[in-house]
């Protein structure tokens, strides 16, 4: 859980998909995770995981540089932390958040602190720890029902349930604390999740890429412009990598070929010429054969559908 990268789904997709077990696909949102949060929770919560990854090791100091950090026996530079004193950084981190707002100045006393670096990693870390301790207490008590909880993935605020019959819908209230609301978005045969568009069809689930912005009613500037002062490389090698995440989110070369022929005229209208462009197309399946064996397609078919 609190991965981005869809690939650990898309991989527990593929184990579902090999069995043809696919059920319900069910999506969740925390609608309270940056504001309700007591800090007196949090920073309990957060001291504890601190414990945890100093008590795992025998080095006992953390060396940190403007570019670096790094787990260290002695100091070796003159900023380091101690189990001690990170603590305490994260303790007066958390409640001593102050607001300039006109001639108010406030301070922030619940939720996860606005605006600054550790926010995400906090909130992740939190939410982490509370399913750590119910999944290790469930597999103690009812693994049968623990397995149920195989295909369950978070991206912070945003959950996704595979084929878990619908028991972390019943169960989330024995996970979280009360503070926390967890509104259900999608539930059944269809739903969103990251960048992944999900829908159960014949036992399956079949996967394309998502990205809001296409549903937008007006135009989104992304991805490289070729006039602005950037190298030609840069420009075609972002398209190749654009076309390596289409291809592995989408399960059909259907849904391949229409996300790629609408990249491919995004980035002519940006400066793109045509055969360079399809030319990426050809070197992503030249050099990542396996993310496109799916589709059983060779060379021939790529040029009948792009060119």
């Known amino acids: 859980m609190g991965n981005r990268n869809p ?3 898309l991989e527990k997709i593929q184990k579902i998909n090999d069995k043809s077990n696919a059920k319900i696909i ?3 949102d925390f609608s309270t995770l940056y504001t309700k949060l007591p800090h007196e929770d949090l920073i309990n919560v957060l001291k504890k995981i601190i414990d945890f990854a100093f008590n795992g090791g025998r080095k006992k100091f953390i060396d940190f540089s403007k570019s670096t950090a790094f787990w260290s026996h002695k100091p070796k530079h003159k900023n380091f932390f101690t189990k001690a004193s990170l603590k305490r950084a994260v303790e007066h981190l958390i409640t001593s958040c102050f607001f300039e707002v006109g001639n108010l100045i406030l301070l922030q006393t619940i939720g996860i602190p606005m605006g600054i670096d550790p926010a995400p990693f906090w909130a992740n870390l939190y939410l982490s720890s ?3 301790d119910f999944v290790k207490d469930l597999i103690k008590t009812d693994i049968v029902r623990a397995t149920k909880f195989h295909g369950i993935f978070r991206f ?5 349930a595979l084929n878990d ?3 972390f819908q019943k169960s989330y209230m024995e996970i979280y604390p009360p503070e926390l609301e967890l509104k259900l978005e999608h539930i059944g045969t269809h739903a969103t999740f990251l960048d992944l568009d ?3 069809d014949k036992g399956k689930i079949i996967s394309k890429l998502y990205d809001k912005r296409d549903d937008f009613s007006f135009f989104i500037v992304r991805m490289p412009n070729l006039h602005s002062n950037i190298p030609s490389s840069v420009f075609y090698g972002t398209v190749m990598s654009e076309v390596l995440r289409i291809a592995r989110a989408s399960s059909l070369f259907s849904d391949f070929s229409e996300k790629t022929l609408s990249l491919m005229m995004r980035m002519e209208k940006q400066g793109g010429d045509r055969r360079k462009l399809v030319k990426q197309i050809f070197k992503a399946f030249e ?5 496109f064996k799916k589709y059983n397609i060779c060379s021939t078919d790529i040029s009948r559908t792009f060119y």
């Open 287 to 291: 050099n990542h054969p396996f993310i």
């Open 7 to 9: 690939k650990p789904v």
């Open 198 to 200: 999900l829908t159960l």
């Open 156 to 160: 912070i605020d945003d959950l996704c």
């Open 26 to 28: 069910s999506t969740f």
């Open 130 to 132: 509370y399913e750590c």
């Open 165 to 167: 019959g619908e028991e």
